[in-house]
């Protein structure tokens, strides 16, 4: 406990194992339990962790889908049955029996109260009965009567064996008496580690009793505001760390075992790949504005440039404005497959980024269960997506090639470039392992800045703006490698441009003869 900036949260993440020693992170010290030295980041997923940020919901579950999955992930030893009772027993505990069926809610899509969801957060961590539970902050947006059937549930489960560990602010008298033991925080420092009972004769040997029929908790922290950091280092009221901790290095502790067997890793990938499929199919339906973007975007995008480049392809493409549109027609409809399928990831990371980060944090499932079971999701949307663009644009823009070659290579372009499964599940996946903590601001602009060159060039390429010589105004042009050999010149002519031969050479010989990004310079 203690005032904003004291460093709960900090301490309370490290004890979880959820910040590790670093460059910008340095811990020191040990971290043990019943007398033993633990790494706490090897054995974080022993510890069921509540955020203080209730975003970590899908907004279209509700309070019994979200109680059932988890148990369905975390607890595969025990039977439907019984886990179905659990879910009910504990919606009834935390008062969610009425509201079972809602929607937790979001932004964009109504749902509970912040209370609730608060509740909904905890329920998702107790249903699996843990032996650690870790709390940021689990009364912060409740009233006061929530506060304290929350606290009081709390200190049920301790009471039953478990070790629970909470951060809280300020407390009320109700609340603050269910603790057992209390560590009291400012900047960083302890002013009180002990029996909650204990802080009262503290604060009287230190010159500070406690009035009588008054909040201890709102007392310490009135004491702490007038004395001040200077006040508190003169009454001597921080503190002293034991000795055997003093100066002490950061001692590498073991990872203890699983308790829990979740089966071989092939069982595991099987259930929670189905089970993350059913739930990523649920949201899908529920939260159909996902869908009218995407197909929205596709349709509008590919009447555009159908329009634009009308009978572009039934051209004689020895002209050189013919050959351009031509060309340019194949990189704006390869772009639009592109940005419309890009679509779902800029609407649905925001929404997965922080649910992925905490069921992976405890060990709910495996990052590969997760984007596996998002890729024929994914394959199959964007499949109807490009199958539409291809209906509108091919019979408008006349291109010569089959249909189905056509949109089967712009299909395959969608998820070779990344789109969508590229950069939104493997995005949340993969980089989990890589250190970019999934689609870490850095990581997600360093792509957007990446992206928006690739499609300068691409644009460039085309020549579907500007002309090449009334661009660039040349008279003789060439092909050149990488490595400065040349390939081929060319110098202009009364029937075809430099540019426009240059660019059929390197069409006729590179595919698509994307100038740019195929590492040829024109």
């Known amino acids: 406990m203690g005032p904003s900036g004291a460093g709960k949260s900090s301490l309370l993440n490290v004890l979880a194992g959820r910040i590790a020693p670093s460059g910008k992170a340095r811990i020191s010290g040990s971290v043990e339990l019943d007398g033993e030295a633990i790494d706490p980041v ?10 203080q940020d209730d975003s970590t919901l899908l907004p279209t579950v509700t309070p019994r889908e979200a109680f059932s999955f988890s148990a369905a992930l975390r607890t595969p030893h025990v039977e439907a049955e019984e886990r179905a009772e659990l879910v009910e027993t504990l919606l009834e505990e935390l008062g969610l029996s009425h509201v079972g069926d809602t929607f937790v809610g979001g932004p964009l899509v109504t749902g509970l109260s912040g209370g609730q969801r608060k509740r909904t957060s905890i329920g998702v961590e107790l249903i699996t009965r843990p032996e650690m539970i870790f709390l940021d902050e689990p009364t912060s947006g409740l009233d006061s009567f929530s506060a304290k059937n929350v606290v009081a549930l709390l200190s049920e489960v301790a009471n039953s064996g478990a070790t629970i560990a909470c951060t809280i602010h300020q407390p009320s ?17 302890v002013v009180y580690e002990g029996p909650r ?27 702490m505001a007038q004395l001040g950091d200077e006040g508190m280092k003169k009454k001597d009221l921080y503190m002293a760390p034991p000795a055997d901790l003093a100066g002490k290095k950061s001692a590498k502790g073991r990872k203890l075992p ?20 059913s739930r990523d199919f649920r949201f899908m339906i529920r939260y159909p504005e996902n869908l009218y973007g995407r197909f929205g975007t ?48 800029a609407l649905e990371l925001p929404i997965q980024r922080p649910i992925f980060l905490r069921e992976v944090s405890v060990d709910a499932y495996m990052p590969t269960s997760y984007f596996f079971a998002k890729v024929p999701i994914e394959l199959t949307i964007s499949f109807a997506q490009v199958l539409m663009e291809s ?39 993969e980089t989990y392992h890589t250190g970019f903590r999934l689609g870490s601001s850095r ?3 360093l792509a957007s800045a990446s992206f928006a060159i690739i499609i300068a060039v691409f644009v460039d390429s085309a020549g579907a703006i500007i002309e090449g010589e009334d661009r660039v105004g040349v008279d003789r042009c060439f092909v050149q490698q990488p490595n400065g050999d040349v390939l081929q010149p060319w110098t202009r002519s009364s029937s075809r441009s430099c540019y426009g031969q240059a660019s059929s050479f390197v ?16």
């Open 443 to 445: 990581a997600l602009n």
């Open 197 to 223: 009972e204990g802080i009262e004769a503290y604060l009287t040997d230190a010159g500070h009793p406690v009035p009588e029929l008054h909040n201890p908790a709102d007392f310490m922290f009135s004491v």
């Open 391 to 429: 209906a509108i644009v091919i019979p408008l823009i006349q291109l010569r090639a089959n249909f189905a070659v056509i949109m089967l290579i712009w299909w395959y372009v969608v998820h070779k470039s990344g789109f969508p499964c590229g950069k939104g599940s493997s995005l949340l996946a």
């Open 298 to 345: 596709s349709l509008f995008l590919s009447i555009i440039y159908g329009l634009i480049f009308l009978d572009a392809g039934d051209q004689n493409d020895e002209i050189d404005s013919n050959f351009q549109a031509h060309f340019g027609s194949i990189v704006f409809i390869t772009l639009s497959v592109m940005f419309s399928s890009s679509l779902a990831t």
């Open 258 to 277: 699983q308790t829990l067997d979740k089966g071989s890793a092939l069982v595991r990938f099987v259930r929670e790949s189905k089970l993350l499929i």
């Open 42 to 51: 090897a054995n974080r997923a022993l510890i069921a962790y509540v955020m």
């Open 173 to 189: 008298s109700q609340v603050f008496g269910n603790f057992d033991i209390l560590i009291l925080l400012r900047k960083g420092r």
């Open 507 to 522: 069409s006729r010989t590179f595919q698509f003869g994307f100038v740019g990004p195929s590492g040829f310079a024109l």
